[in-house]
Antibody, heavy 123, light 103 residues
């Protein structure tokens, strides 16, 4: 059974940093690209960043480029998102998701999702 | 960037109704479209991938169709568990969502 178990999140002040983790099980982690998707309170879904199975390609949404860093440790079957220089508009539930296909190519979809982690940025 | 536009944004329906949600892409995306269901406080759940393929475990009352720029998600005989928000997605872009509420 595929499982994505998230940890991290919390209340931080503007300008602070935070790291989210996503522990994967039930599939061969290194063979799959992964993504982070967020959802601001009462809003829709916004893709944040993705990473290939090998970790060599890491696209970002313009809204987080230069502030967030995605990474993975295939020996630990874990995905990470480092959030730096946080702003109030980054307040959201952050989901990790297992990816099928190539988002930068023909297309992709997200077949399994973590339970979500709430990040609140407020002074 | 390709834009995804869903309609309607809200849909009021009754149990047993057939409902249809539309998603339009700003340019052709072949069949690379997915549909998700999301309930309050929960993660999205994949329903349909590649426009018309039903994800394992999803009830057969859900179906998807379309290709190119216009796609539809249909729910045959709406059940109480189906009242939720539905999103279409292509690559890194999600539609704005359609909330299906009880009439």
């Amino acid at each position: 059974e595929v499982q994505l178990l998230q940890s991290g999140g919390g209340l931080v002040q503007p300008g602070d940093s935070l790291r989210l983790s996503c522990a994967a099980s039930g599939f061969t982690f290194r063979n799959y690209a992964m993504s982070w998707v967020r959802q601001a309170p009462g809003k829709g879904l916004e893709w944040v960043s993705g990473i290939t199975g090998s970790g060599d390609t890491t696209p970002y949404a313009d809204s987080v480029k230069g502030r967030f860093t995605i990474s993975r440790d295939n020996s630990k079957n874990t995905l990470y998102l480092q959030l730096n220089s946080l702003r109030a508009e980054d307040t959201a539930v952050y989901y990790c998701a297992k990816q099928e296909g190539y988002c930068s190519g023909t297309g992709c979809y997200f077949d399994y999702w973590g339970q979500g982690a709430l990040v609140t940025v407020s002074s | 960037d390709i834009q995804m536009t869903q309609s309607p944004s809200t849909l009021s329906a009754s149990v047993g109704d057939r409902v249809t949600i539309t998603c339009r892409a700003s340019q052709s995306i072949s069949s690379w479209l997915a549909w998700y269901q999301q309930k309050p406080g929960k993660a999205p759940k994949l329903l349909i991938y590649k426009a018309s393929s039903l994800q394992s475990g999803v009830p057969s009352r859900f179906s998807g169709s379309g290709s190119g720029t216009e796609f539809t998600l249909s729910i045959r005989s709406l059940q109480p568990d189906d009242f939720a928000t539905y999103y279409c997605q292509h690559s890194w872009t999600f539609g704005q969502g359609t909330k299906v509420e009880i009439k």
